[in-house]
């Protein structure tokens, strides 16, 4: 029997009075944040919640959320996390989706984000009937609390997918999958317990980088978890020196405005000094990107590769090894990767080395399902296998590394054309900051190539001249001959660009 939550029970036995979370001038100690959580678990067991229920969590980063989090799993319930913009109709959708039973938010002057759009959802949903706010409930439960105990098949969170489907599908994540994705990153990140880390955390909780690699790591081994509300590149550099940081994620987005930022010497010295591990993941990061952040602060950014389905984490380069920029590392312990090719082979021998397939995994940390979606579950996994839709080559030595989405693809006159290729050079021109390059419909070829483009910092954009600077470098057949100059790019909130929304618009400025 076993309990997600059981992380947080045994780190606040052991070092009760260590900080735990700490939000602009806010610090909570372990003992204090298990506190917090079995308030949670005491009014939501009160209130009439049982264990299995689904419960909404509409809560942005502050310690309100890893409080709320363990409180809910404590109480043997489903955390069903939303992301704190979504509007009343998608909470709504949600809410009925996943059937849940109860909805937690946090509605304090220091966090409205959320809690508005998700009171007016559970008005509108009759079948989710308790409603909690965690700026009211008692500060002591009456009394303690026991932690529910689970199987280690027994969903411990859902988490549903960032919206660039149609329809988001909740991944039902069992509580061996999370428990074992945050103790992997002991030997992921080199972690001594006799020495905690400090994490750094802008990544939004309700996602699965941010839950399972940040807080529930810093959790498991005693670490203290500084978290930020809101993405500002400014404020990391500035955080990362003053907290001391040793752990920081982020998506590419976000390494590139961190390399944008400034920082003086003082705070430079002090991140080389104390960090020691910059991980990124939830896109692919492009590799002039490795290279001057490692000029910049002294730091190798070690790439790895995930999915909400997978818990997330299902490969990451070795610590301790000479870096393989570009590549999306191996396996973690206790996963298998392999490629197949469109039939469902896989691709073994020479053909498995260098050639392009679909990565499917296999592990400890593959999903259930999708909640109520058998069909869709049917079609993702394959005898144990989880097939990603995420095309890969992998080299002699077992390193794998991201071509593209498969649905990213461009068919352009018969020709395959990988979007990311095309991506990786255009970000080495000096004037390009930002690249994203998609299919368009075209009457004679199928598909027409269109790149779009942010400028750097105090440089301007001639469509012209990049037209002519990229027939220097990509053959004719996949050279993009559509161009766009856009201030910004269309992305989720976890840094993610939303191809399919630029697909959509309109092409212009055609360069045959």
Excluded at 21 to 33: G, H, K, M, N
Excluded at 347 to 376: F, Q
Excluded at 472 to 483: E, T
Aim: include cysteine; proline fraction near 6%.
């Amino acid at each position: 029997m076993t309990n997600l939550a059981h992380l947080l029970d045994d780190t606040a036995q052991l070092h009760p009075d260590r900080p735990a979370v700490v939000a602009e001038d806010r610090v909570v100690s372990y003992r204090e944040l298990l506190r917090a959580a079995e308030t949670v678990t005491a009014t939501l067991r009160q209130r009439g919640v049982q264990p299995g229920d689904r419960v909404l969590l509409v809560c942005p980063n502050t310690p309100e959320f890893t409080a709320a989090y363990f409180g809910i799993l404590k109480c043997g319930a489903i955390v069903v996390p939303l992301n704190v913009s979504l509007r009343p109709r998608e909470i709504a959708y949600h809410m009925r989706d996943c059937q849940a039973a109860a909805v937690v938010v946090h509605h304090g002057d220091d966090s409205p984000e959320g809690a508005a759009s998700a009171r007016s959802a559970f008005e509108a949903v009759e079948s989710c009937a308790i409603w909690l706010d965690l700026a009211d409930i008692d500060a002591d439960p009456p009394r303690k609390p026991t932690t529910d105990p689970r199987e280690d098949d027994d969903t411990a969170v859902i988490l549903y997918t960032s919206g660039t489907t149609v329809q988001p599908k909740g991944a039902e994540l069992r509580h061996r999958n999370l428990r074992d994705n945050a103790l992997v990153t002991r030997e992921l990140y080199g972690i001594d317990p006799a020495h905690p880390d400090t994490y750094l955390c802008v990544l939004p909780l309700f996602h699965s980088f941010g839950q399972s690699c940040l807080q529930n790591s810093a959790i498991a081994f005693g670490g203290t978890l500084v978290l930020m509300r809101k993405f500002d590149a400014q404020r990391v550099i500035d955080l990362l020196a003053s907290a001391q940081v040793t752990i920081f994620a982020g998506v590419p987005t976000m390494y590139w405005a961190m390399l944008g930022a400034t920082g003086d010497l003082t705070q430079l010295e002090s991140i080389r000094h104390h960090l020691r591990i910059a991980c990124s993941g939830g896109a692919a990061l492009p590799v002039e990107v490795h290279r001057r952040f490692r000029k910049v602060f002294g730091v190798t950014i070690l790439e790895g590769y995930g999915l909400s389905e997978t818990s997330p984490s299902v490969s990451f380069n070795v610590l301790g090894r000479p870096p393989r920029v570009g590549s999306i590392g191996v396996p973690i312990p206790g996963v298998q990767m392999k490629l197949i090719d469109p039939d469902g082979n896989e691709l073994t021998g020479d053909d498995g080395i260098s050639a392009v397939g679909e990565i499917a995994v296999r592990g400890h940390n593959v999903m259930k399902g999708y909640y109520r979606r058998p069909e869709a579950t049917q079609k993702a996994l394959s005898d144990g296998w989880f097939l990603t839709g995420d095309l890969a080559r992998r080299d002699a030595d077992g390193y794998y590394y991201i071509v593209d989405r498969a649905k990213d693809l461009i068919i352009r006159g018969g020709y395959n054309v990988y979007p990311r290729e095309i991506e990786e050079v255009l970000l080495t021109h000096p004037a390009v900051s930002l690249a994203a390059v998609v299919g368009i419909p075209h009457e004679s070829l199928g598909e027409e190539i269109k790149a779009y483009l942010v400028p750097r910092p105090g440089h301007d954009i001639s469509v012209d001249d990049l037209a002519r600077w990229a027939r220097d470098q990509f053959a004719a057949y996949k050279c993009p001959r559509v161009f766009e100059v856009v201030d910004q790019l269309p992305m989720t909130s976890t840094g993610k660009v939303l191809k399919r929304q630029l697909a959509q618009k309109t092409p212009t400025e055609n360069h045959d």
